[in-house]
Nanobody, 116 residues
Framework: QVQLVESGGGLVQAGGSLRLSCAASGSIHSINRMAWYRQGPGKQRELVALIISGGGSNYADSVKGRFTISRDNAKNTVYLQMNSLKPEDTAVYYC??????????WGQGIQVTVSS
């Protein structure tokens, strides 16, 4: 089994920054990609950013230029640096790990609230 533990969320004013971390532990084999999703109030869960095993990354248009995803392979940890935060970034953020085998794991979610 795989466990994903997120940290770093909280309350921040618009224009501020936060850094989310997600540490993976357990039976981790051949990670394909790690990603961050979010679900705002009354909205569907959406992909925010992903990083593949080779290091390439992709971002939702709404966060391009403001958010940066990175990964520490030695620690099996993925980060999301969020700058220039906006009230519309308010959501529960979820870490996701996808293995080459097809297994998919989710963190418990962490709240990010951006006040105007």
């Amino acid at each position: 089994q795989v466990q994903l533990v997120e940290s770093g969320g909280g309350l921040v004013q618009a224009g501020g920054s936060l850094r989310l971390s997600c540490a993976a532990s357990g039976s981790i084999h051949s990670i394909n990609r790690m990603a961050w999703y979010r679900q705002g109030p009354g909205k569907q869960r959406e992909l925010v950013a992903l990083i593949i095993s080779g290091g390439g990354s992709n971002y939702a248009d709404s966060v391009k230029g403001r958010f940066t995803i990175s990964r520490d392979n030695a620690k099996n940890t993925v980060y999301l640096q969020m700058n220039s935060l906006k009230p519309e970034d308010t959501a529960v953020y979820y870490c996701n790990l996808h293995m080459i085998s097809g297994y998919n794991f989710w963190g418990q979610g962490i709240q990010v609230t951006v006040s105007s």
